[in-house]
């Protein structure tokens, strides 16, 4: 049975750093505050001019490179993001145009920081079907744009950055992405959302002044919600594969807070060193977040062939999931 492997990795992240200390000048905060709560220590800033298709681009580039693939071959562009360069069209579209990818077809998926593992399942089943034979994925935020920076609660938390894979098909049972467990609870939109500039609240003088258009949370809540509904995720991919949680070499999963990280995998029983820590230097970098950490992981030599990786993502939705994958 022909299923998806990942062929190829790449991540980009802006020059710029912005560390908890610069925040002391802009914010009501301390680097110790920041830390201590989130394990966050500095993030990256686009810079002027810069988009986020622009970073998902370069980021692409690294996955083709390592994949041995040309734009040219794709047959299928997915980015998640919840922060595209404009409203319409998609922010796939304008990667698709910079890359030169003329046979692909392309469209975004709007998963907040699942965004990438939920675009991972959709390149999955289309070459699992020979729908698609070479398809790229890029998980990608300019969040620094979509933040509050008077709100220490928010501007604190999240980075700029991008990360890509490139995916073909593959007959060795041994390799490939084996399942994929995602979920959705729309009771809880309102713990973490962009209130303004949709069709409830459109874009208008007031809703700027109110700063709706602006990231809104509730960190207690999210911190509760992951670390119950992530643990479960991972157990029922375990679950489905007749597996045992001592199989798990590897975690790759977004960062949003290392507490809940941490938290999840005491919960799930994994040593945190199983799992490529990245928070502490680019922040929630949202949808980009777990195909960077991916990226790390591998160019760092830390994945070997026959590992199991087990993935974890959730965000605003709320949206989560897991999957596992034989590297």
């Known amino acids: 049975m022909t299923h998806s492997q990942i062929l190829g990795t790449g991540a980009y992240a802006p020059k710029r750093v912005l560390t908890n200390r610069d925040l002391e000048e802009m914010v009501a905060t301390t680097d110790e505050w920041i830390a201590s709560r989130t394990g966050i220590k500095e993030r990256r800033i686009a810079?002027?001019?810069?988009?986020?298709?622009?970073?998902?681009?370069?980021?692409?580039?690294?996955?083709?490179?390592m994949a041995g693939c040309r734009a040219e071959d794709l047959d299928m562009i997915i980015v998640g993001t919840i922060s595209a360069d404009m409203p319409l069209p998609s922010c796939a579209v304008l990667v698709q145009a910079k890359l030169g990818a003329?046979?692909?077809?392309a469209f975004d998926i709007s998963a907040a920081c699942s965004g990438s593992l939920f675009a991972l399942s959709i390149a999955d089943r289309f070459i699992e079907t020979g729908a698609a034979r070479r398809v790229l994925v890029i998980g990608a935020e300019l969040l620094s744009r979509l933040v509050d920076w008077s709100d220490r609660n928010t501007c604190v938390l999240f980075g700029d950055a991008a990360g890509a894979m490139v995916l073909g098909p593959t007959s060795d049972p041994a390799r490939g992405l084996l399942s994929f467990h995602l979920h959705t609870d729309g009771t809880a939109?309102?713990?973490?959302?962009?209130?303004?500039g949709g069709s409830r609240h459109p874009q208008s003088a007031e809703v700027l002044a109110a700063n709706m258009h602006k990231v809104h949370m509730n960190g207690r809540e999210i911190y509760k919600y992951a670390v119950r509904v992530l643990p479960a995720a991972i157990q029922e991919a375990l679950d489905a594969n007749g597996l045992d949680v001592s199989a798990i070499d590897h975690v790759v999963s977004h960062q949003a807070n290392a507490r809940i990280v941490e938290s999840v995998l005491e919960r799930v029983g994994v040593p945190i060193e199983k799992?490529?820590?990245?928070?502490?230097?680019?922040?929630?970098t949202s949808s980009a977040s777990l195909p960077i950490s991916l990226?790390?992981?591998?160019r760092a030599g830390r994945l070997k062939p026959g590992d199991l990786i087990a993935m974890m993502a959730i965000g605003a939705g709320m949206a989560w999931g897991s999957a596992l994958m034989r590297w």
């Open 47 to 65: 810079a002027e001019g810069e988009d986020t298709s622009d970073m998902a681009v370069v980021a692409a580039r690294h996955a083709l490179a």
């Open 102 to 105: 003329t046979r692909a077809f």
């Open 189 to 196: 939109a309102d713990i973490l959302n962009i209130p303004g």
């Open 275 to 284: 799992c490529w820590l990245n928070l502490d230097r680019y922040g929630n």
């Open 295 to 298: 990226d790390e992981a591998n």
